[in-house]
């Protein structure tokens, strides 16, 4: 067995562990450190396919935002688990047939899979890029040239998406200072400082 083969399965085994303890785990924390891990190792996955960009943006969007926002939602929420689990009984019957309608299409999927003989034939490493161009930089092309109006629309919705929790979170509260630029632009060192003249062993009057 070559090593590229050796770390391949070595990646997607823990990745499907992982993701198997995700489901499994009974403590939300432990899942949410189970789906970093699974997270990191498919980076690794895409590496060997030459993909170092998805994995890259895996990490550092998937693992670095995504999933450490679950582990802080998830450590600082108080949650019942017992209270949770009483309805479990309840909804038994519904979850077991969902599972098996899922169930059933798996098995339809992967019984009418079949695997394309020029597959075989395909070489196992990353393929080399015909201009001599790293696949970050032909995705970057791709991405600001045929796809640039695309990416400024998705670019425009996020940032209404961004200004629309802004204002309905925004709130006015009673008694909490905000900070007002313009005024604290206008001041001078007169409004800022007094300057008095205190005598001798005297206080001064507030």
């Known amino acids: 067995m070559s090593a590229a083969a050796a770390f ?24 949410v ?40 939602v998830v450590m600082m929420l108080d949650v019942d688990f017992a209270q949770l689990r009483q309805g479990f009984q309840r909804y038994l019957p519904i979850g077991a047939l969902i599972g098996a309608i899922f169930l059933i299409e798996l098995v339809l999927v992967v019984g009418s899979w ?27 092309r791709v991405l600001y040239t045929d796809y640039v109006f695309y990416f400024q629309l998705a670019g425009m919705i996020l940032l209404t ?18 900070q007002n630029i313009a005024v604290q632009n206008a001041r001078t060192q007169a409004d800022a400082v007094e300057t008095r003249k ?6 001064v009057e507030v």
Do not use: C
């Open 8 to 31: 391949f399965y070595l990646f997607a085994g823990v990745t499907v562990a992982s993701g198997f303890m995700v489901i499994a785990s009974r403590n939300p924390v432990a899942s």
């Open 33 to 72: 450190l189970y789906l970093i891990l699974a997270f990191v190792n498919a980076a690794g996955l895409f590496v060997m396919m030459g993909a170092e960009f998805l994995a890259m943006i895996l990490v550092v969007v998937y693992v670095g935002a995504v999933a450490v926002l679950f582990l802080f």
């Open 198 to 203: 205190v005598p001798s062993r005297q206080g």
């Open 161 to 178: 998406a961004m200004i629309g929790a802004i204002v309905l979170t925004l709130r006015d509260r009673p008694g909490v200072k905000r």
């Open 114 to 140: 079949s695997i394309d003989p020029d597959l075989l034939q395909a070489p196992l490493g990353p393929l080399a890029s015909a201009e001599g161009v790293t696949n970050t930089q032909a995705l970057g």
